[in-house]
């Protein structure tokens, strides 16, 4: 009985080792040869408005399209998670040329929104514009609010 129970255990043992990957150097099957073609882009997510305290100001998006007439639409292949604690924000993406959208909220009681630019309490701006994106380089750019 033991004899069988240390067979079987050396029948399954096999049949484990072979049913994994190859390991047997030569065994080029698996090698993925592609190539990426991508580049990186780096967006500086930076706004400066004065006349009220930095934090009731919040960031609220960042988002990505590939077209004008899809960041009018609001078809956005990428959207950052936006946070204060965060600058830069960076995305690999193909060569090309890329549309963005951030937007900022203010958060401060009665008219102070409004004194600086906002349309009101609890009013957003928005930056947005065209970026590259060259293969094989970090194209650093930043959000440009008016």
């Known amino acids: 009985m033991k004899t069988i129970s240390i067979r079987l255990l050396l029948i399954l043992m096999l049949g484990a080792l072979l049913s994994c990957d190859k390991i047997w150097p030569g ?3 698996d090698v993925i040869t592609d190539v990426k073609h991508t580049g ?4 500086a997510f930076i706004y400066r408005v004065s006349g009220i305290p930095p934090s009731r100001l919040k960031k609220v998006d960042l988002c990505l399209a ?5 960041l009018y639409n609001g078809i956005f292949f990428v959207q950052a998670n936006v946070s204060d604690a965060v600058v830069h924000y960076r995305f690999e993406l193909p060569p090309g040329d890329y549309f963005y ?5 203010c958060l401060c009681e009665g008219d102070s929104c409004k004194y600086v630019g906002f349309p009101g309490q609890y009013g957003h701006i928005a930056a947005g514009g065209k970026v ?11 959000t440009n609010f008016h």
């Open 101 to 105: 959208y951030a937007t900022v909220i």
């Open 27 to 29: 065994d080029d099957d």
């Open 132 to 142: 590259t994106v060259e293969e094989g380089r970090i194209s650093n750019f930043a």
């Open 66 to 70: 590939y077209t004008a007439d899809n």
């Open 40 to 43: 990186i882009l780096d967006m």
